[in-house]
T-cell receptor
Framework: AQKVTQAQTEISVVEKEDVTLDCVYE???????LFWYKQPPSGELVFLIR??????QNEISGRYSWNFQKSTSSFNFTITASQVVDSAVYFC????????????FGSGTQLTVLP | SAVISQKPSRDICQRGTSLTIQCQVD?????MFWYRQQPGQSLTLIAT?????????ESGFVIDKFPISRPNLTFSTLTVSNMSPEDSSIYLC???????????FGPGTRLTVL
């Protein structure tokens, strides 16, 4: 069975600080896909990134970066120089090819960036 | 990515009534999903909406309570039947695209049951 754990329920930082959101996953498949989504107060889920299990390269997109480490089953998300607009709930999710392409979500991390 | 719309965006309903939520996609997609997000919680998959056949429900969700239609490759509906306050949630539809199941979500329907 697959499982995604986001141990940080809430994080609060001051604007311009860097913040890392943790994600640990469990799966028995050798092929799988990991995702991060952002849910602002409006409620819509915004797709941020997808990472394949066979691609361990880290990725940077502007102020966002992702660190994928298969050895520790982690897929952490860092926001550099955080801004108030980054305040949202962030979800990590996992998908396995053999499970009808369903997404298993973590419990989410509420990030609050204070001005 | 696909553009997804949902109707209604929010509603307040009385106990015992039913509400049908519509999900429209701007392109044909094979995989459509319905999720529930209870207040302060994560997303839970209700069912996979299959075009031309019955939906596939997850454990804890039944067709009598959450009937789903999928008449074509761009549209689906979810009905929340005989509602109780415990059904107060955000209901989201999503579509799976590409070979890696990148899912894109609609804006959600905020349902409050009194």
């Amino acid at each position: 069975a697959q499982k995604v754990t986001q141990a940080q329920t809430e994080i609060s930082v001051v604007e311009k600080e860097d913040v890392t959101l943790d994600c640990v996953y469990e799966t028995r498949d050798t092929t799988y896909y990991l995702f991060w989504y952002k849910q602002p107060p409006s409620g819509e889920l915004v797709f941020l990134i997808r990472r394949n299990s066979f691609d361990e390269q880290n990725e940077i997109s502007g102020r966002y970066s992702w660190n994928f480490q298969k050895s520790t089953s982690s897929f952490n998300f860092t926001i550099t120089a955080s801004q108030v607009v980054d305040s949202a709930v962030y979800f990590c999710a996992l998908s396995e090819p053999g499970s009808a392409r369903q997404l298993t979500f973590g419990s989410g991390t509420q990030l609050t960036v204070l001005p | 990515s696909a553009v997804i719309s949902q109707k209604p965006s929010r509603d307040i309903c009385q106990r015992g009534t039913s509400l049908t939520i519509q999900c429209q996609v701007d392109s044909q997609v094979t995989m459509m999903f319905w999720y529930r997000q209870q207040p302060g919680q994560s997303l839970t998959l209700i069912a996979t909406a299959n075009q031309g056949s019955e939906a596939t429900y997850e454990s804890g969700f039944v067709i009598d309570k959450f009937p789903i239609s999928r008449p074509n490759l761009t549209f689906s509906t979810l009905t929340v039947s005989n509602m109780s306050p415990e059904d107060s949630s955000i209901y989201l539809c999503s579509v799976g695209t590409g070979p890696y199941n990148e899912q894109f979500f609609g804006p959600g329907t905020r349902l409050t049951v009194l």
